[in-house]
């Protein structure tokens, strides 16, 4: 406001000394017109630049001498309004620090918000490296598609059990080749219809296939989650367990047949004493076969379960393992085989479960024994070697096939089942006794 009243008084300054120095000049000229003499106009001349000149220079003087005053007023009342700005006067102030207040309460509130959006972040990107570290080391594969059945994430577990590559980018490339019967469209929008449980084999291996569909912030479908399980482990114990139902119930069906059938036979006529006494033998065989059979499978039970009790005391290895050849001395007479129990160190008393390590060593040369033809070798070796002590068995018997060493440790398993029934073994091995 006071700039544009500056700019008017200058506007009006300039004006008036224009009109001034028109008049004057109109003066001028009337005055000269009537004269011929060249002096007197020369001197009129002279005397009106000087008039002029008075009345420009005036005219200059008294605008400046305005325009200082409004200049000096203005600067007071600024230097006014500076104080009453620090003295904290008037309600300009007032607004003032109320607008400096809300700004600083505004920015104080910006902070805040970025401080909890890093620290959100932080977290957020701490979940996604937690999650990240999950589906990169746990054993099940896990492979995400979207609508489109392309492959959006898998992990390390899923490229082996799957066996994929880097060709293997979509839904159709990689369960194509499984032999089973997968539909995608059907797994997102029939899942309450359609089964999301499927298992396959891939080679040696079984894998169990669980589709799961996942959705967007607006509850519609986004794509499908592939589980994959190897449950070889689990399909192996499960063929086990089959055999092993079939083998323990044929192991008791076939004593329990021949003594019914041998004491059918003593009830249904008189026999002399020599054939009552081979046929009471054979059902006394028979059930001695059955209870051993039954005592294995208790103490298996009792494994398992953890209820077997282990008590451990110091012995002496060598001694251990003569008594168990002592056990078995008449089987061996009978095979007319010829055993040699060497100790090839000085063993030191050793601090385990006594009866646990005698039931592996009867288990061992009992079946060195049986499976050794007659007047065969048998060789016992005990020993010590730094801080471990060990019992080695060698014979030269039939042995077992190359493709059958992996399975000597599998409950219940053998080579030749009716060889092994011939010479009344039940294939029971407990190893960590």
Known sequence: MQKSTQNKLIIICIALGIIFITLIGNIYIREISNLSDMSQIKSITNRYLVISAIAFISTTIISSEVLKKMINKSMVSIVKDAGKIVTGEGTNVRLLQEGTKSRNELMNAFDDATLEIREHLRDVDKQKKQIETILLYMTDGIVAFNLEGEVTHKNLAAEKLLNLSKEDDSFEKIFSRLDVEINLEKIIYLEDWTSS????????????????????????????????????????????????VADVSHELKTPITSIMGYADTLLEGEYD?????????????????????????????RYD????????????????????????????????????????????????????????????????????????????????????????????????????????FERFYRVDKARSRELGGTGLRIVNC
């Open 197 to 244: 449980d499927k298992k396959a084999r891939i080679g040696d291996k079984f894998i169990n296939l669980l589709f799961v569909p996942y959705k967007d912030n607006d509850q519609r479908p986004a794509g499908v989650i592939a589980v994959i399980q190897d449950i070889t482990e689990h399909v192996k114990l499960d063929n086990m367990r089959k055999e092993f």
């Open 273 to 301: 004493d020599a054939t009552k006494t081979k046929f009471l033998n054979v059902i006394a065989s028979e059930a001695r076969r059955m209870a051993k059979l039954v005592t294995d499978l208790l103490a298996l039970s």
């Open 305 to 408: 379960t953890n209820r077997n009790k282990i008590e451990k005391t110091e012995f002496d290895l060598g001694e251990l393992v003569k008594k168990c050849q002592e056990k078995l001395q008449i089987e061996i007479d009978k095979k007319h085989h010829k055993v040699e129990n060497l100790v090839t160190a000085n063993v030191p008393l050793v601090y385990a479960d006594k009866s646990g390590i005698e039931r592996v060593v009867l288990n061992i040369l009992s079946n060195s024994v049986k499976y050794t033809k007659e007047n065969g070798i048998i060789k016992i070796y005990v020993g010590f070697v730094y801080n471990d002590a060990y019992i080695k068995i060698i014979d030269n018997g039939i042995g077992i096939p190359e493709e059958d060493l992996d399975r000597i």
